[in-house]
């Protein structure tokens, strides 16, 4: 066996101290590998930086075009924590979702920065692009340098992290590219890592910080209770103080901004009782069942499946059981079918199966097989820089995102300047360049106040005051598909039946899905409600049906769920509105 192979499988199992990792950690910058020349190692790094590097190009040049090509709620969601293209407290962003407030409040954080002292142009658009490519660029590159750093085998890695991404791309994933899924990753990963090396604390950390990218990181919690070192009473309170800090901790960041969120993320289930249904398995069930050449085994370049394989080893115990749980949840509560929900289990089934393969290489070297246990992590001297590293991007990255939130808590909270409530003051405040800028996202200025004020009313359930509003979009531009769709959704189900018109809301849901060529869900879900409040349940029924196609096309799982509870409810002869009674 190779003396440096000996040397760190002897000293991964002992922990150090976080003085003493960091101290090793700076010397090791210059001293990549043991036993090699300070210029060869300096020379591997170069190769391994320089392959990371050209896959971020490459990656960038693929996901900048879905900002403007891809599905649009990948931009809502991108700009949904910018202050002048505020969407948090909007219906479309899902509940659930609300709880990812990190990454929402950074990508609207970067998209302020362009919009400041420019213009509206067709080059706005191309920088809007550039800003989401770097974004989702910028995680991938951090968590190659954390691979680099940590491992010896990162080319490998490295290049099947690559490799499980592009399947992001395929049609089955759907165009999804969210501001919380590279992050969760890299957060995902970096927990891995640091329990792997018995940094506790900051494991803790970097799942605290993670969970607020993602709540799936949240998973990374068990971990603490296999950390043998400790005893059992300081696993179970640190793993409940993880658990606490997410669960509390959103609660109070949401309600002080007064967004109305499911008590839990998984399912965007407001209570217990629709915790446990199991709409989602059976779904994703089907999925499974189905054989399609862009089935979901073939996800992370089918790095999950050879893992689930090849990775049963006591060594590997607390990771399998990591991955088991988290695939767990995402049978129970996720959409198969999108093939992004398994990224942040991506980088370590590589971890796992090199070492696999490693272990497979050095007992044909030895001209026998490995009777014992798996090896330890093949891992880098240089592994302690990735400490400092990770403290840095917890505190920037925790920061800049409290910061955000500090910015728009106090606008939430400035008095109100005009009668429609307290978020108005943002339409008033906003500079003439800045305005024009923003109403290149909806034609002109006067529309896009007229539509901001119409979401505004219909989010704090002030239905007049949004038909008024939607109305006068109309008046100005009779083909807005968005003011079309969401005054035949309040004309539909509003909860004052003086509001509600049904031939009307169907007349306009018609027009406006005929503008989208019958290829948005949503406004497929608001025709069925319009049909329903209008008496045409079998047109309700059969449009219903069409929308759970269309998102299982998609990959929209949600959304097919969604529907298939309504059809029971067009069948009975009954209309949206009084869904809500029933509940009642």
Aim: aromatic content about 12%.
């Amino acid at each position: 066996m190779n003396p440096r192979n000996r040397k760190d499988r002897q000293t991964n199992s002992k922990p150090g101290s976080l003085k003493t990792s960091l101290l090793k950690g700076w010397h090791a910058m210059w001293d990549i590998e043991v036993g090699q020349t300070s210029g060869t190692s300096s020379f591997l790094l170069f190769i391994e930086l320089f392959v990371a590097l050209s896959l971020c190009v490459a990656y960038f040049l693929l996901v900048r075009n879905y900002f403007a090509c891809g599905d649009p709620m990948s931009s809502d969601l991108f700009t949904a924590g910018s202050e002048k293209l505020y969407r948090l407290d909007q219906p479309l962003i899902c509940d659930a979702w609300k709880g990812r407030l990190s990454g929402l409040l950074l990508s609207g954080a970067l998209i302020d920065f362009s919009l400041k002292g420019h213009n509206a142009t067709e080059v706005q658009m191309e920088q809007f692009m550039n800003i989401f490519g770097l974004y989702h660029t910028f995680w991938l590159l951090l968590l190659f340098l954390a691979v680099i750093l940590a491992l010896r085998h990162s080319l490998f890695i490295n290049l099947g992290i690559f490799a499980g991404l592009i399947y992001n791309f395929s049609p089955a994933a759907g165009p999804y590219f969210y501001p919380w899924d590279m992050p969760a990753t890299l957060f995902f990963t970096l927990a891995v890592l640091l329990f792997e090396r018995r940094q506790m604390w900051l494991m803790a950390a970097a799942t605290c910080a993670g969970c607020f990218f993602k709540e799936t990181v949240l998973v990374c919690a068990l971990l603490v209770l296999f950390a043998s070192q400790w005893k059992w009473r300081k696993r179970m309170l640190t793993f409940a103080g993880i658990v606490a800090v997410y669960v509390l901790g959103k609660k109070v960041l949401l309600g002080l901004l007064h967004l109305d969120v499911a008590g839990l993320s998984m399912g965007n289930a407001p209570n217990l009782a629709e915790l446990l249904r199991h709409t989602f398995l059976n779904y994703n069930v089907k999925v499974l069942l189905s054989p399609t050449i862009n089935h979901v085994i073939f996800a992370n370049a089918g790095t999950l499946v050879a893992i689930l394989v090849l990775g049963w080893r006591k060594r590997f115990l607390p990771y399998m059981t990591l991955i088991l749980v988290f695939l767990g949840g995402q049978l129970l509560y996720g959409g198969l079918n999108e093939f992004r929900i398994f990224m942040e289990v991506l980088p370590l089934s590589l971890i796992l199966l090199s070492e696999r393969w490693q272990e497979h290489a050095e007992s044909d070297a030895a001209g026998q097989l490995s009777a014992g246990p798996a090896a330890a992590w093949a891992v880098r001297e240089t592994f302690p820089v990735l400490i400092p590293m990770t403290i840095v991007l917890i505190a920037l990255s925790t920061g800049a995102a409290a910061w955000r939130y500090l910015v728009i808590f106090e606008d939430f909270h400035r008095p109100a300047r005009s009668g429609l409530g307290q978020y108005i003051y943002r339409w008033d405040s906003v500079k003439p360049a800045d305005l024009e800028t923003v109403s290149h996202w909806y034609q002109n200025g006067y529309l896009a106040v007229e539509l901001k004020l119409a979401t505004i009313a219909q989010a704090n359930h002030q239905d007049a005051d949004a038909i008024n509003h939607y109305q006068r979009v109309l008046n100005l531009d009779t083909n807005s598909v968005t003011a079309l769709n969401n005054l035949a959704l309040l004309l539909a189900t509003s909860s004052d039946p003086r509001l509600r018109n049904g031939n009307e809301a169907v007349r306009l849901a018609e027009q406006a899905c005929q503008l989208s060529q019958y290829k948005d869900v949503t406004m497929i879900g608001v025709l069925a409600a319009a049909y329903a409040e209008a008496g045409r349940f079998n047109d309700a029924v059969a449009t219903a049906q069409k929308a759970c196609t269309v998102a299982s096309a998609q990959g929209q799982t949600e959304i097919a769920a969604k529907y298939e509870n309504l059809l029971e409810l067009y069948k009975s002869g009954r209309a949206l509105h009084q869904k809500a009674k029933t509940a009642q």
